[in-house]
């Protein structure tokens, strides 16, 4: 069974960064593909961005595109989300996923198969 834990998760102004970072256990993650998704109260979880095992591909939502960064580092079983210009609309709850295929870098969070618990982002105007 594979864990995953966010972490970097706060506080911050429009305009402010933060990374993000997801460590996995419990199963080799260099096979996984990996996603970031995010949910605001009262909304639909949505995509943020996905990686494939290898980092060979990289897929972002269009609200994420040229501002996040989705990276891995399969040495240390961790995926990250460097998160730049933060807007306020950005707030909600993070959460990274695993899916057992690592071609996947996919928008469907039907396609994964782990979860983890989720990791707080507010940005406030």
């Known amino acids: 069974q594979v864990q995953l834990v966010e972490s970097g998760g706060g506080s911050v102004h429009a305009g402010g960064s933060l990374i993000l970072s997801c460590a996995a256990s419990?199963?080799?993650?260099?096979?996984?593909?990996m996603g970031w998704f995010r949910q605001a109260p009262g909304k639909e979880r949505e995509f943020v961005a996905a990686i494939t095992w290898n980092s060979s591909r990289r897929f972002y939502a269009d609200s994420a595109k040229g501002r996040f960064t989705i990276a891995r580092d399969n040495a240390k079983n961790t995926v990250y989300l460097q998160m730049d210009s933060l807007k306020p609309e950005d707030t909600a709850s993070y959460y990274c996923?695993?899916?057992?295929?690592?071609?996947?870098?996919?928008?469907?969070?039907?396609?994964?198969?782990?979860w983890g618990q989720g990791t707080q982002v507010t940005v406030s105007s």
């Open positions: 419990g199963g080799t993650f260099s096979n996984y593909g």
């Open positions: 996923a695993a899916a057992r295929n690592g071609l996947i870098a996919d928008s469907r969070p039907i396609m994964y198969d782990y």
